[in-house]
């Protein structure tokens, strides 16, 4: 699959491609990235690629027309490649959220164009004619798209074969049908006793069914406690056994 990023700032990305577990799948070319600055694509000496809002107003807004040929390059480029035409991805505060079901449909794609915007935003005319959809991180703004950019580049790499050490690691994630969009439970390592805190017991039983009954019941507490609506959603899909509701009927309302 490959990604192409527009950004004004591609120097952010260049540690985050050559460094943790994920870099796997960007050196082999599972996850090809490719950055694309629209400064390269604006006229005059100085390749002005924002300008005052009409109508007033605090802050720059990025003009369509180096965005445009920029766009255009890359269509280009991936058709001299012989890659499938691709969806522009806007970053914005306005977009759907990013969640696990995104992360793997994006996983499974032949990738997509991603627009990292910058300044109060983009001329609405470029994305009325050309953006495809648009993705938020969450209820907050950043001050530019790259940071969005690098969680979802993030997240479907470490979902392509070969780059978890563990193939089957993602399929304990949060959000994982594998798991039944719960939250993941607790994880504990050496050594057993630290700072007068202990291991729980199960973990250290070797009863391979008491372990993943008491990993079951710590993912159903946690959600319950943190996101309740993902225990709605599971009770939708009819994923809770009698075993999970007994649990869930002891706990008191926060």
Request: charged share 20%; aromatic share 8%; with cysteine.
């Amino acid at each position: 699959m490959r990604f192409d990023v527009i950004t004004l700032f591609p120097e952010l990305f260049g540690p985050f491609l050559a460094s943790g577990i994920t870099r796997r799948a960007y050196a082999s070319g599972l996850v090809d990235v490719r950055l694309w600055n629209p400064r390269d694509y604006a006229e005059g000496n100085y390749r002005r690629v924002d300008d005052r809002p009409f109508g007033g107003g605090p802050g720059m807004v990025m003009m369509a027309p180096p965005l445009e040929r920029c766009l255009a390059a890359i269509r280009s480029d991936r058709a001299d490649a012989a890659q499938s035409p691709a969806p522009l991805l806007l970053f914005s505060p306005i977009g759907a959220a990013l969640n696990h079901t995104a992360v793997e449909h994006w996983s499974a794609s032949a990738g997509a164009v991603l627009l990292c915007g910058r300044y109060e935003g983009i001329d609405q005319r470029f994305i009325d004619a050309h953006v495809d959809g648009q993705i938020s991180l969450g209820d907050f703004v950043l001050s530019g798209g790259e940071i969005a950019a690098l969680a979802l580049l993030d997240a479907v790499a470490r979902l392509q074969p070969g780059v978890l050490n563990d193939e089957g690691s993602h399929q304990l994630d949060s959000f994982n049908p594998a798991l039944d969009g719960l939250l993941d439970c607790p994880h504990y390592t050496r050594p057993e006793e630290w700072a007068g805190r202990s291991v729980p017991p199960e973990l250290l039983s070797g009863h391979h069914a008491r372990i993943e009954r008491w990993r079951r019941d710590q993912r159903l507490l946690l959600t319950a406690q943190q996101r309740p609506d993902l225990i709605a959603s599971a009770r939708a899909a009819q994923a809770l056994g009698k075993a999970d509701e007994a649990l869930l009927t002891q706990l008191k309302p926060l």
